[in-house]
């Protein structure tokens, strides 16, 4: 009698314990969430293709593949040091007649952010500095320059939505300032049942060495993405187009985006 009590409160003890661990799972829409948040606290692994069409005097693919590892740090109770890198590796057309297509290493570009553990009036925010390392292979890649820059970000979660925006600006240290570009991504989200949500993320630029009317990079567009697991591991995959409505001479006039971000949480 005794040892079937025993084994039948072992039993729920299981059964809670599961129970237990499975509420404290986070839930596919959660993880949506927690992937749209630049600065969460959460380890995650992008990798990020840019497929960018009408490149060039031809109008030919360039294709620019962003690795982009995100390790927050914690600081103490109330801050978090999150750090974000941008390792470009890209697939550059030929650019003259008789000219081969060349493969090599961007500028690697991390950002730090510091971030309060909790939001700031339902305000999820963080500032700090953006850096350029002189990583470039060659030229035709980006000037291999050091520069650095201030950067911030902010945005608030409220139901299914996921709204703010990133921006940064970077100087060159060379005499010249030959670099100085100011990069905006506003993001909006809306989040679905089971881990599929709609999304809108461009990437605007704006260099400031170049003449007037190649100032500009203004992408319009979307895309849609899913957070699921295949077996124990979280994944983020998103497919998305845009156009650039105001594109400099030369530059891209359309691009598909397509990622799949590993995601670790705590």
């Known amino acids: 009698m005794h040892r079937r009590v025993l084994l039948s409160a072992a039993a729920v ?4 314990a599961v129970s237990l661990a499975r509420a404290e799972e986070p839930s596919a829409g959660d993880l949506a969430k927690a992937a749209q948040n630049p600065i969460a606290s959460m380890i995650s692994l992008p990798v990020q293709n840019n497929l960018n069409f009408g490149v060039g005097p031809y109008s030919r693919v360039q294709d620019v593949l962003n690795i982009q590892p995100v390790i927050p740090i914690s600081l ?3 801050w978090n040091l999150i750090t974000r890198w941008i390792v470009p590796v890209i697939s550059q057309p030929a650019l003259s007649i ?9 500028n690697v570009n991390p950002s730090f952010f510091f971030s309060p553990k909790q939001p700031t009036g339902g305000l999820i925010w963080g500032v700090g500095p953006t850096v350029l390392l002189p990583t470039s292979t060659d030229k035709v890649f980006g000037k291999a320059v050091w520069g650095a820059g201030p950067g911030a970000v902010a945005l608030t979660i ?3 939505w996921v709204i703010g925006g990133l921006v940064n600006h970077i100087w060159s240290f060379d005499e010249s300032r030959t ?3 100011t990069t905006i991504q506003p993001f909006v989200n809306y989040n679905f049942h089971g881990g599929w949500y709609l999304t809108t993320s461009p990437v605007i630029t704006a260099n400031w060495k170049a003449k007037s009317s190649d100032r ?3 992408p319009i567009g979307g895309g849609f993405g899913r957070v699921f697991k295949i077996g124990e591991q979280a994944v983020n995959m998103q497919l998305a187009a845009y156009y650039n409505a105001v594109t400099p001479s ?4 359309w691009q598909v985006r397509t990622q799949v971000q590993f995601l670790f949480p705590k």
């Not at 003890?13 to 809670?16: A, I, K, M, N, T």
């Not at 008789?98 to 961007?106: M, P, S, T, V």
């Not at 030369?250 to 006039?253: D, I, P, T, V």
């Open 216 to 218: 500009w990079t203004l």
């Open 13 to 16: 003890c299981s059964l809670g």
């Open 158 to 160: 409220s139901g299914p």
């Open 179 to 181: 670099v100085s570009l």
């Open 250 to 253: 030369g530059g891209s006039s």
């Open 76 to 78: 103490n109770e109330d």
């Open 98 to 106: 008789g000219g081969e297509r060349e493969f090599g290493l961007g």
